[in-house]
Structure formats: structure tokens, C-alpha cells
């Protein structure tokens, strides 16, 4: 006879359950899992993006006082680039300006108009229509390379930057030239206020 095997069923509902995690090995997780993430957004913040908040009058009417804009820390600058670097005067600060001279780039100011390499630009993110003309000739008067930092063109490895409020803009017309390695970032978005989130320039 053959020998055959019976296993009652409350011995089958009866079997234990597998063993849960300890509370060790759950603070474990929960821990790595907060390192990792963690991790990841100071990966991010450091290497790739980063919130910007705009302080001053220097780039209306493109910027307000108080926008909080999405910096870029990677990939190429061009002319007209909105970009973000320390203070020439204090490191802890950071001055928000535009990019209007490239390495070569020979730029003139000149009866309103600004020149770049011969080429007249039409500067669609200024507004002075509210400022008078004596303001205009004083604040913003003729420059040129020459007369401002001694060379016709913007060095190697540098910008000439301007803040699109050129009448109230400390920028390449006082400091100089910002070193291509001084440069934080860029930026073309705005994330605050909602009712003016997008691009900075939409005419782009």
C-alpha cells in the first residue's frame, strides 16, 4: 500500500505569516530613501537649475523688483542672453544683466542707437518713453569701447553686459567686462508672480 500524506486544513490556514520588517531595517529605508532624494535635488540645484529672485529697477520693465525667475546653469550664452553673476563689488550679491557683447564684438552707443559691429539693433526690451531728455543724455549717454575700457572689441572670454533699464543700471558701462567663468547662469523663465509666469522675452 502506498503511503500517502494528509495535512489537516487547519493546519494549513494556521501557518504563519512571513516575517515583517524589523523597525530597524524600516528607519533603514526611509533613510536612504531621504539621502537619495536629497541627493538628487542638490545634484540639481548645484549643477542645473536654480531659483533666482530679481531685486532692484535695473532690468524693467523685462524684470520687476521681486520676480523670481529659473536659472540655467548649463549650455551656451549668446547675445542677449538675461544672465546671472556676483557682484564686481560684493560676491554675496548677484547682478542680473543682459549679454550684449560677445568675445570680438565692437560696440557703440550712439544719439539713442546701439551699435553692435557696425550694425544698428533694435532693442525691443527697453522702454524709455517715460524719461526725460536731459535724463537721457546724462544717464545714458554716447559710449564706446574705446572711450569706456581702452579696447575696440569685447576680450576673449568675456561679456559686456547691460541692464535694459539704462538710465538706472550699474553694469559693463562702470565695472568692465565679466569674466565668462564668472557667469552663474542664465535665465528665460519667470516662475513668479503666476499672473506673468513664461518666457522673459516673448519677442525671442
Given at each position: 500500500?502506498e ?17 515583517e ?35 532692484g ?18 549650455g ?87 541692464g ?41
Amino acid at each position: 500500500m502506498e503511503d500517502s500524506s494528509y495535512t489537516p486544513k487547519s493546519d494549513k490556514h494556521n501557518k504563519k505569516p512571513q516575517k515583517e520588517k524589523t523597525l530597524l531595517q524600516e528607519i533603514l529605508s526611509t533613510f536612504i530613501y531621504i539621502v537619495v532624494i536629497t541627493g538628487l535635488f542638490l545634484s540639481v540645484r548645484i549643477y542645473l537649475l536654480a531659483p533666482v529672485s530679481v531685486e532692484g529697477a535695473s532690468m524693467e520693465p523685462t524684470l520687476q523688483d521681486g520676480d523670481r525667475l529659473l536659472l540655467n546653469k548649463v549650455g551656451d550664452i549668446d547675445r542677449f542672453d538675461v544672465i546671472v553673476f556676483p557682484s564686481p563689488e560684493d560676491n554675496d550679491k548677484q547682478f542680473i544683466k543682459r549679454v550684449i557683447g560677445l568675445p570680438g564684438d565692437e560696440i557703440t552707443f550712439q544719439d539713442q542707437t546701439l551699435y553692435i559691429n557696425g550694425d544698428a539693433i533694435e532693442e525691443d526690451y527697453i522702454d524709455l518713453s517715460g524719461v526725460s531728455e536731459s535724463d537721457l543724455q546724462s544717464l545714458n549717454s554716447n559710449f564706446s569701447l574705446a572711450s569706456i575700457e581702452g579696447v575696440e572689441e569685447v576680450p576673449e572670454d568675456a561679456y559686456f553686459v547691460l541692464g535694459d533699464n539704462r538710465v538706472n543700471s550699474k553694469d559693463s558701462r562702470s565695472f568692465g567686462f565679466i569674466d565668462k567663468n564668472q557667469v552663474t547662469g542664465k535665465t528665460r523663465l519667470r516662475i513668479w508672480p503666476l499672473d506673468r509666469f513664461g518666457f522673459i522675452d516673448d519677442s525671442d
